[in-house]
């Protein structure tokens, strides 16, 4: 029989704190949040933001280490991978299209919903000034769009990350059953290992001018977006798991350790945002937006572990906790909801920014509980 998973309470809440950051982050790129401009200490949190998407691929993959952490378990890839695909990419095909549709209405230059007799005319405006739109769509669905950005617009933007989880999905089997068998020394060396590919993408992001891309927008979409490196991130989640397994960081079990150890690292995590500077090289400023966070998201995976901690602590409140489960959710559905929120009202007012995020949270967590729900009871029957 397989041993059960190891399940860390605390890591939901930090779950729900990453999406919500990027949620954050979208609605500000969206000039939803032009109320708040005048903040300086916080602005950077949302903007920067201090929990970009690595975090997503650190946790992953730390939790896909302790769920096969049994050396006899069998994984086959095939219907894992249809798993993951069967969780995510259904809600991601309907998100995609759902955006297509909002994309055509804003840019056919309606300002009032279309009576059926005018839908093809909305349609045919629409699609007109868009950049390649049929493309664009095929490439979403297709989870090619971000290795090839600039062939295409952005319809549902956070659908990139789809592509590279795929991608860590698909070494999970192998490499889980691989990484069991190792000692401690080769997990020490993996441990910086990763951070080398990391290290030389923002080399030469840095030294490359604009490439063949038309713009730099164009060229750090690529670098930010293409999937080879953050399976890198994936693959440090991992390892920290099996560090953790292997006592290494015991020393976090302690209550006034854990405390201290998340104060410090939210503490080195927000100094992080104010040293990137304007004037310096693009490679510097990448590494340290793209390569410092992920060291520092992974210790405070690691401080939560224990459930010991302020922070851990309130990450372990049950409501929050059954929100953070459903934190993906948000993740890959905010963006058609903004785009559609701003058609009907002024985003850019406090109130209707907590309406929006409640709606978002509520319909992802009501939409998680059903599917647990269903689950166990397939199971009863079964």
């Given at each position: 029989?397989?041993?059960?998973?190891?399940?860390?309470?605390?890591?939901?809440?930090?779950?729900?704190l990453?999406?919500?950051?990027?949620?954050?982050?979208?609605?500000?790129?969206?000039?939803?949040?032009?109320?708040?401009?005048?903040?300086?200490?916080v602005?950077?949190?949302i903007?920067?933001?201090?929990?970009?998407?690595?975090?997503?691929?650190v946790?992953?993959?730390?939790?896909?280490?302790?769920?096969?952490?049994?050396?006899?378990?069998?994984?086959?890839?095939?219907?894992?991978?249809?798993?993951?695909?069967?969780?995510?990419?259904?809600?991601?095909?309907?998100?995609?299209?759902?955006?297509?549709?909002?994309?055509?209405?804003?840019?056919?230059?309606?300002?009032?919903?279309?009576?059926?007799?005018?839908?093809?005319?909305?349609a045919?405006?629409?699609?007109?000034?868009?950049?390649?739109?049929?493309?664009?769509?095929?490439?979403?669905?297709?989870?090619?769009?971000?290795?090839?950005?600039?062939?295409?617009?952005?319809?549902?933007?956070?659908?990139?990350?789809?592509?590279?989880?795929?991608?860590?999905?698909?070494i999970?089997?192998?490499?889980?059953?691989?990484?069991?068998?190792?000692?401690?020394?080769?997990?020490?060396?993996?441990f910086?290992?990763?951070?080398?590919?990391?290290?030389?993408?923002?080399?030469?992001?840095?030294?490359?001018?604009?490439?063949?891309?038309?713009?730099?927008d164009?060229?750090?979409?690529?670098?930010?977006?293409?999937?080879?490196?953050?399976?890198?991130?994936?693959?440090?989640?991992?390892?920290?798991?099996?560090?953790?397994?292997?006592?290494?960081?015991?020393?976090?079990?302690?209550?006034?350790?854990?405390?201290?150890?998340?104060?410090?690292?939210?503490?080195?995590?927000?100094?992080?945002?104010?040293?990137?500077r304007?004037?310096?090289?693009?490679?510097?400023?990448?590494?340290?937006?793209?390569?410092?966070?992920?060291?520092?998201?992974?210790?405070?995976?690691?401080?939560?572990?224990?459930?010991?901690?302020?922070?851990?602590?309130?990450?372990?409140?049950?409501?929050?906790?059954?929100?953070?489960?459903?934190?993906?959710?948000?993740?890959?559905?905010?963006?058609?909801?903004i785009?559609?929120?701003?058609?009907?009202?002024?985003?850019?007012?406090?109130?209707?920014?907590i309406?929006?995020?409640?709606?978002?949270?509520?319909?992802?967590?009501?939409?998680?509980?059903?599917?647990?729900?269903?689950?166990?009871?397939?199971?009863?029957?079964?």
């Amino acid at each position: 029989m397989p041993k059960p998973a190891n399940y860390f309470p605390a890591i939901d809440g930090l779950r729900l704190l990453a999406s919500l950051n990027i949620v954050m982050l979208h609605l500000g790129s969206s000039n939803a949040l032009m109320y708040m401009s005048d903040c300086k200490w916080v602005m950077p949190i949302i903007s920067a933001p201090a929990f970009a998407a690595g975090i997503f691929y650190v946790l992953a993959g730390f939790l896909f280490a302790s769920k096969y952490s049994d050396p006899d378990r069998s994984i086959p890839v095939i219907p894992f991978m249809f798993g993951r695909i069967a969780k995510l990419y259904r809600l991601h095909f309907f998100m995609t299209l759902l955006m297509f549709v909002l994309v055509v209405f804003k840019m056919s230059g309606y300002t009032h919903l279309p009576a059926l007799s005018e839908i093809g005319d909305c349609a045919s405006a629409g699609l007109a000034k868009m950049f390649h739109p049929w493309r664009s769509l095929i490439m979403h669905l297709t989870l090619t769009w971000s290795i090839v950005p600039d062939l295409g617009m952005k319809l549902n933007e956070p659908s990139w990350s789809l592509t590279s989880f795929f991608l860590c999905y698909a070494i999970t089997p192998w490499f889980s059953r691989w990484l069991i068998k190792q000692n401690r020394r080769t997990l020490w060396i993996l441990f910086g290992g990763v951070f080398v590919p990391g290290l030389l993408w923002a080399i030469v992001y840095g030294k490359t001018g604009n490439l063949w891309f038309d713009g730099f927008d164009a060229k750090y979409r690529f670098f930010h977006m293409f999937a080879p490196v953050r399976v890198f991130e994936y693959i440090f989640g991992m390892v920290l798991y099996r560090l953790y397994n292997e006592g290494v960081f015991d020393v976090f079990k302690k209550d006034y350790v854990s405390g201290l150890a998340q104060a410090l690292l939210l503490l080195a995590l927000y100094g992080s945002l104010f040293l990137m500077r304007p004037d310096a090289n693009p490679g510097y400023n990448y590494f340290i937006h793209h390569s410092l966070p992920i060291f520092i998201y992974g210790m405070f995976v690691v401080s939560l572990l224990s459930g010991k901690g302020f922070l851990a602590k309130f990450f372990c409140i049950p409501l929050v906790r059954h929100i953070g489960r459903a934190s993906f959710y948000p993740y890959l559905i905010h963006l058609p909801i903004i785009t559609f929120a701003w058609g009907i009202c002024n985003l850019n007012r406090p109130k209707n920014t907590i309406l929006l995020l409640l709606f978002i949270y509520t319909v992802s967590t009501l939409y998680m509980e059903f599917k647990v729900w269903r689950r166990k009871k397939a199971k009863a029957k079964a």
